[in-house]
């Protein structure tokens, strides 16, 4: 590249070849006096790419190789340059970007569908697939699997009884517990409000036995996180799917194998290979439940018994009167009664009267199967208890599926009230427990035996059981009725307040001391209203009364208030009298104990004080039981 060589002009014919939007850059590449300060700097060999085009006048992507040397001989510095193609090499180049910004779409779209399924397949709260799930997509790929329905035992009453956050936290858990123990490839889906349909692929029937037995297990033995009182059981009926099995009539099988689980509940039941036909499935003798077929046509009968036979036993009556002669003799052992209208005896009405009026209708649910379809006898039916009515004629699968789906709500039912039951025993145990402790405190400061508040709490029981029975002038509930003997232990309370040498003094208290034991009432009736669940609590309020006016008198001479009559709250009354009786009748440290016929003549008489003329009557009247308890005391 002298200075007075042809590379300047070489330069500029070379870029007329190149699209005039890159020949500003190639000037500047290969300018002579830059391309030297290169070379001397170090560079001997520069390669720059531009855009240029063919003999053809195509497009061309030129890689282009410029190697520097100095000539040892004249000290000037050349240049070979030589081109290369670089067209289809760029043209792949570019592909396989355009390729690669094509895959991560794909990658996005792949994602933000997975998300979207996720968002619509998925359930909420437990992250098991949902039924949507199961009946877009599961219905129509499953071939040969493990098909398991599962119920979370008594879920309801848990739900309504700690509310749905702990319902909530115990489906969660369950969730958890399930998806620990199956693989990648199974499926868990919540089918129900507490029931799931697990779906294990390609298992044998003794792995499947096994798979639900663990799962049964794992869940019995888990702790809910911070509600540990709370235990956890699942019903469960499962069975194989083969490839020829529609999975409809499937899952109807394992759903009557999980109702039979649910009879006695945390168990697992399965079905294996040949033992199966599906929705009239043949099940053992003794887990079948009977069914009473009304109707006075043998032919009705014989229809409605060949649709539930495999599933049910079967008894029969030809009129009404032989229905209830059925039911008073099998009552018990009646899982539901189809009953007809029209019939000779007694009709289906006048069959549904007579199980009102023996409270058989709570127990046994009836479907009425008539042909009478006017609105009044529909209306009548279910005024009288009917659960369901099927009109004539009627679809097989229909009057099946009514069946047992009333059957299985009445299960429910009855395990739902007897848990509701234990729980509201196992709660008056522990709060009847808690008070007997506290007033046991109490006597034990006061000198006396514990003896007192179990007295107390017994005659007041009999006091108030004689009243509701004489005079319906008290409008006493239910509850309070269960509330005033428990709460008549917490009467003397306050005299936990009471210095023990007042309390246990032998003989007659001073004027200054009466004063202060006075005080024992409303110090009971403070200690009630601090405590922070006194407002919400009935027994609480029904103790307050009992605890604070228990020392007034009917004829306003008694304390804290000086009350009268029955401005003073009838629970308070009954206990005060109770109060009365048993501490004449008991020994105490200031005095020897009356006799029972004593005691009840100076009550009479007014010797403690003025009562409520209606309260005495009912002490005279249960005089003789309330001197055998007191005898059996005795002797005891």
């Not at 063919?54 to 004249?74: C, G, I, R, S």
């Not at 499935?281 to 009968?301: A, F």
């Not at 003799?329 to 006048?350: R, T, W, Y």
């Not at 609590?537 to 804290?560: C, F, V």
Request: negative net charge.
């Amino acid at each position: 590249m002298p200075e007075n060589s042809s590379f300047s002009e070489l330069v500029k014919i070379w870029a007329l070849t190149i699209p005039e939007e890159g020949r500003e850059e190639f000037l500047e590449t290969v300018n002579r006096e830059k391309l030297l300060e290169r070379f001397y700097k170090g560079e001997q060999h520069i390669t720059f790419y531009y855009w240029t085009r063919t003999v053809t006048y195509e497009p061309m992507l030129a890689e282009n190789h410029m190697a520097l040397f100095e000539d040892e001989e004249t000290g000037d510095v050349l240049a070979i340059n030589y081109v290369l193609d670089r067209t289809e090499q760029y043209h792949l180049e570019q592909y396989k970007k355009e390729l690669e910004q094509k895959n991560k779409e794909l990658e996005r779209l792949l994602k933000r569908e997975k998300n979207y399924n996720n968002k619509i397949y998925r359930d909420a709260l437990t992250g098991a697939f949902n039924r949507r799930y199961y009946e877009e997509v599961v219905k129509n790929s499953v071939e040969n699997a493990g098909i398991a329905l599962m119920d979370l035992d008594d879920f309801k009453v848990s739900n309504d009884t700690y509310g749905h956050h702990v319902g909530d936290v115990a489906l969660k858990t369950a969730t958890e517990v399930v998806l620990s123990c199956i693989g990648e490839e199974d499926m868990l889906i919540r089918y129900g409000g507490d029931e799931f349909l697990l779906i294990l692929s390609d298992v044998q029937e003794e792995a499947l036995k096994n798979k639900l037995n663990q799962i049964r297990d794992k869940v019995r033995n888990v702790v809910i996180p911070g509600y540990s009182y709370l235990h956890l059981s699942l019903s469960i009926g499962g069975t194989i799917k083969n490839k020829e099995d529609a999975i409809e009539d499937v899952v109807c099988y394992v759903d009557q194998l999980m109702y039979q689980a649910k009879n006695k509940k945390d168990e697992v039941v399965v079905y294996q290979e040949g033992e199966k036909q599906y929705l009239h499935t043949s099940v053992q003798e003794n887990i079948k439940q009977q069914i009473l077929i009304v109707d006075d046509s043998m032919m009705n009968r014989e229809l409605l018994s060949v649709i539930l036979e495999d599933d049910y036993r079967i008894l029969e009556a030809k009129d009404g009167q032989e229905c209830l002669n059925i039911l008073y003799k099998n009552k018990k052992d009646i899982a539901l009664v189809l009953l007809d209208i029209n019939m000779p005896v007694l009709d289906g009405f006048e069959v549904l009267r007579a199980m009102n009026e023996n409270q058989m209708i709570e127990d046994v649910p009836v479907i009425m199967i008539s042909s009478e379809d006017s609105e009044e006898a529909i209306r009548r039916a279910y005024d009288l208890g009917a659960s369901d009515y099927v009109n004539r004629p009627f679809d097989a699968r229909v009057v099946y599926r009514r069946v047992m789906n009333t059957i299985k709500l009445y299960s429910k039912q009855r395990r739902l009230v007897k848990m509701v039951s234990e729980q509201i025993q196992k709660r008056e145990h522990n709060t009847s427990t808690l008070v007997g402790v506290l007033s046991q405190i109490v006597e034990f400061r006061n000198g006396e035996s514990g003896d007192h508040v179990r007295h107390i709490r017994m005659i007041t029981e009999m006091m108030l059981e004689h009243l509701l029975k004489v005079t319906n002038k008290y409008d006493i509930s239910p509850e309070e009725k269960e509330n005033i003997p428990l709460a008549s232990a917490l009467h003397d309370i306050g005299k936990i307040a009471i210095d023990e040498r007042i309390l246990n003094k032998p003989g007659k208290l001073t004027d200054e001391e009466f004063v202060i034991m006075k005080t024992h009432s409303m110090c009971g009736a403070e200690i009630l209203t601090k405590l922070d669940n006194f407002q919400f609590e009935p027994l609480l309020h029904t103790a307050y009364e009992i605890t604070r006016w228990h020392h007034e008198r009917w004829n306003g001479r008694g304390y804290p208030d000086g009350l009268k009559e029955d401005e003073i709250p009838i629970s308070a009354q009954i206990v005060s009298m109770a109060d009365v009786y048993d501490a004449l009748t008991s020994e105490r440290c200031y005095k020897k104990a009356f006799s029972h016929e004593t005691a009840i003549q100076m009550i009479q008489n007014g010797e403690c004080g003025a009562f409520n003329p209606l309260l005495i009557k009912c002490l005279v009247e249960i005089q003789d039981e309330l001197k055998n308890y007191t005898q059996h005391l005795a002797d005891k």
